[in-house]
């Protein structure tokens, strides 16, 4: 009897011994098999992170360019040699502010840029048409002079007196190269050999309605005896693309007033969540060819009417071929 009850005793012990030696082997198995799947994964893992790397460089190329790094060089260099800039540009806050950019110019955007080359060297007077509501053009057309010219430019726009009072906002301004629109300064930008970007419509141009679009406000005529007594070629600039950017009904008068600014556009597209961002339209820049003019800079409103009327004009049928050419807004 006590052996029957020691050989059972025995049975057990060795059914248990048995049962935990198959739960480790049943351990160790799966620890092997998620070894192997874990020794898969990881070479998965190291394709995709190379895949990301591999998108973002692409994307990186896309947006700025292989020669991005290069053009701020460039830049550099030049206001080196300049010893400074008496306004306060500031290449590290303006290549910032390119890197934003360029996500407009190439891609939301999709600038197409046409005779960037008749952009002479040295000092010049681009003349361009003035829509959107919000200054968007501006800065399109100098990202083209930054992005797409050889060497690389810095486009000194011309801004309205009234930016000059806007806390933060004319600090930046300056810091990337922009300065209030006054004579002065002018002649000084175009005396150190700059880009000096001018709209002539001045605000009617950037807040004419919708119905009115891609047709010329008149000219000022202060650019031209700008041009003239400094011996400035002026490059005359069409903007397409612009002028849907935002659709306007109209200035309301009496909130511009109440704000105190020069106007207050309707914007139905303002009204609706989300939809604040401009249209995604398509912008092309046309470059014609240096005019230049001569006479006096004092001569009478009537002899530099005529001259302003034939920049005016090459504008005007620059868009007009521009228009004609493209085959939508969005494409």
């Known amino acids: 009897m006590l052996s029957q009850r020691t050989e059972a005793r025995k049975r057990l012990q060795w059914g248990q011994e048995a049962a935990t030696l198959a739960t480790e082997m049943e351990v160790r198995n799966s620890l092997a098999r998620l070894a192997d799947v874990a020794g898969g994964a990881v070479p998965l893992l190291e394709r995709l992170r190379a895949t990301a790397r591999h998108a973002a460089e692409e994307l990186k190329t896309r947006l700025l360019g292989r020669d991005f790094e290069q053009r701020v060089e460039v830049l550099k260099g030049r206001y080196v040699d300049l010893g400074g800039d008496p306004f306060g540009f500031d290449v590290g806050t303006a290549r910032n502010a390119a890197v934003l950019l360029a996500f407009f110019h190439r891609m939301y955007f999709r600038t ?14 681009l003349i361009a048409n003035h829509s959107g509501q919000v200054p968007i053009d501006a ?11 050889n ?7 011309m801004v309205e007196k009234w930016t000059a009072t806007l806390p933060f906002v004319s600090a930046f301004f300056n810091r990337v190269g922009q300065v209030v629109g006054v004579p002065e300064n002018a002649r000084r930008l175009l005396e150190m050999g700059e880009v000096l970007l001018a709209f002539p419509e001045g605000i009617r141009g950037v807040s004419k309605p919708f119905e009115r679009r891609y047709q010329l406000e008149p000219f000022g005529l202060g650019f031209m005896r700008l041009a003239i007594e400094t011996n400035t070629p002026i490059v005359p600039v069409a903007v397409i693309g612009a ?3 935002y659709v306007s009904l109209g200035n309301l008068s009496w909130a511009a007033r109440l704000l105190d600014i020069p106007v207050f556009p309707l914007i139905p ?37 005529e001259k302003v009327w034939l920049v005016r004009q090459t504008i005007s049928d620059m868009l007009r071929r521009g228009l004609a050419s493209r085959r939508s807004v969005f494409l």
């Open 112 to 125: 197409e840029v046409f005779g960037i080359e008749h952009v002479p060297p040295g000092r010049v007077l």
């Open 139 to 149: 800065a399109i057309v100098g990202s083209s002079l930054f992005f797409d010219a």
């Open 151 to 157: 060497p690389p430019r810095v486009v000194r726009a």
């Open 243 to 245: 002028e849907e950017q």
């Open 269 to 305: 597209q303002m009204f609706v969540p989300g939809a604040q961002m401009p249209l995604p339209t398509k912008y092309r820049i046309h470059f014609g060819e240096p005019m230049r003019f001569e006479g006096g800079a004092d001569d009478d409103d009537a002899i530099v009417s």
